[in-house]
């Protein structure tokens, strides 16, 4: 006779965005009984990195980099020896304070290391508080891949204070509000037709429309992580603007943001595959409200390396390409992208 067990998996992380939240930092990440923390951020942040450490009491502060360079597997090592040498235990809490590619690389390193450590999230970027922080994917790019290593495990905590926002150039405030409207497009046409009066707002980076625009993004991201968090079905939706975006991304080699090659990759999706001119005007709109670049600069638009890049892209099965575009806002659909397609949409006016 068999037996059979069923386990319910959690996929709660407790998420605490918003203007001052840092003072509640020290208490949130005693409620989770660390054994010691080790914080480590952004090496452009050592202000906020050494006030943090020193509110929490940190055994070590270490120090990374900013940028996609950062996000390599040499640098797991690095910092989990390191982790390890201030004396962390299985209870040491890791504390990842910096954008995306701090809250990837640490929050990777602190899914395997010793199996895996309490982690918290700190996101200092729009792109991190509304997008990399949320949903418990992390990693590493290897072998000129993006996020080819990685796992996907929540955060025993998510702590983002808007203050910590104030140092960021505009450019980047901006680009990374683009993941809100990527969600918004391909899963809620009511958040759409909110963000688009919100948007000259976010732009001029109000914080009553910040604020909205993070709530958005975390309620919207994280519904569907609960639905889904292996991304094996419906998560695939966030995907929008990845497949192609992911590809000027590496090509680009770090000198274009991702919220920018996200945002281009939109309307390149959505052109590749047929979506009514009225979503891609939509779109396009919003994109030019927020004062974010649509178009891919030339030395980047290369139809070969961009097609070569997205089949080798982890999402890619049997030379498919599959990406997720907005039939109608709101309303995800997954199509094939093909090279004529990916040819035609770069060559659209
Ligand atoms: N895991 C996910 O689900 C997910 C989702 C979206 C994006 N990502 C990843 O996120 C990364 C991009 O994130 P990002 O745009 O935040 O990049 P980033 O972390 O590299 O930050 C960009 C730059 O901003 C600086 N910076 C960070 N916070 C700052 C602040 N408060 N003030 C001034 N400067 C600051 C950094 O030093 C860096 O130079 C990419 O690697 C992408 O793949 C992951
Ligand atoms: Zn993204």
Redesign the pocket.
């Known amino acids: 006779m068999d037996r059979r067990y069923e386990f319910t998996r959690t996929t709660t992380s407790r998420i605490v965005i918003g203007l001052g939240v840092e003072d509640a930092l020290p208490d949130l990440v005693r409620s989770l009984e660390p054994d010691g923390v080790v914080v480590l951020h952004?090496?452009?942040?050592a202000d906020?990195g050494v006030r943090v450490a020193k509110r929490l009491g940190a055994a070590a502060r270490l120090t990374i980099?900013?940028?996609?360079a950062?996000?390599k597997l040499a640098n797991v090592g690095d910092l989990a020896r390191n982790i390890r040498l201030a004396g962390a235990t299985r209870a040491t809490v890791v504390v990842g304070l910096?954008?995306?590619?701090?809250?990837?690389l640490v929050?990777f390193t602190a899914s395997v290391l010793l199996r895996g450590v309490p982690f918290v999230c700190c996101?200092?970027?729009?792109?991190?508080m509304c997008?990399?922080?949320?949903?418990?994917?992390?990693?590493v790019?290897h072998g000129g891949l993006?996020?080819e290593l990685?796992t996907i495990r929540q955060p025993d905590l998510i702590v983002g204070d808007l203050a910590?926002?104030?140092?960021?150039?505009d450019e980047?405030f901006r680009?990374?509000l683009v993941?809100v409207v990527k969600k918004a497009a391909v899963l809620d046409a009511a958040n759409f037709a909110r963000l688009e009066p919100l948007a000259p707002a976010l732009a001029q980076r109000d914080v009553a429309a910040v604020t909205e625009a993070v709530d958005l993004a975390v309620t919207m991201k994280m519904a569907l992580v609960q639905a889904d968090e292996a991304d094996r079905g419906r998560r695939h939706a966030l995907n929008f603007g990845h497949t192609i975006g992911?590809a000027i991304?590496s090509l680009a080699g770090g000198k274009l943001?991702?919220?920018t090659c996200v945002g281009m990759g939109m309307l390149l999706e959505c052109r590749a595959a047929g979506v009514r001119d009225e979503v891609v005007a939509r779109l396009a709109n919003v994109l030019t409200a927020l004062g974010v670049p649509k178009t891919v600069p030339p030395q980047f638009a290369n139809v070969s390396d961009l097609w070569r890049i997205a089949r080798s892209d982890k999402k890619a099965v049997r030379g498919s390409v599959p990406m997720c575009v907005p039939r109608a806002i709101g309303d995800a659909v997954e199509v094939e992208l093909t090279d004529a397609a990916l040819g035609a949409a770069l060559r659209a006016p």
């Open positions: 952004d090496a452009a942040l906020l980099p900013g940028g996609e950062s996000k910096g954008g995306g590619t701090i809250t990837d929050g996101p200092t970027t729009t792109l991190a997008d990399a922080a949320l949903g418990g994917k992390n990693g790019d993006k996020n990685g910590w926002l104030r140092t960021l150039p980047q680009e990374g993941e992911h991304e943001r991702h919220g």
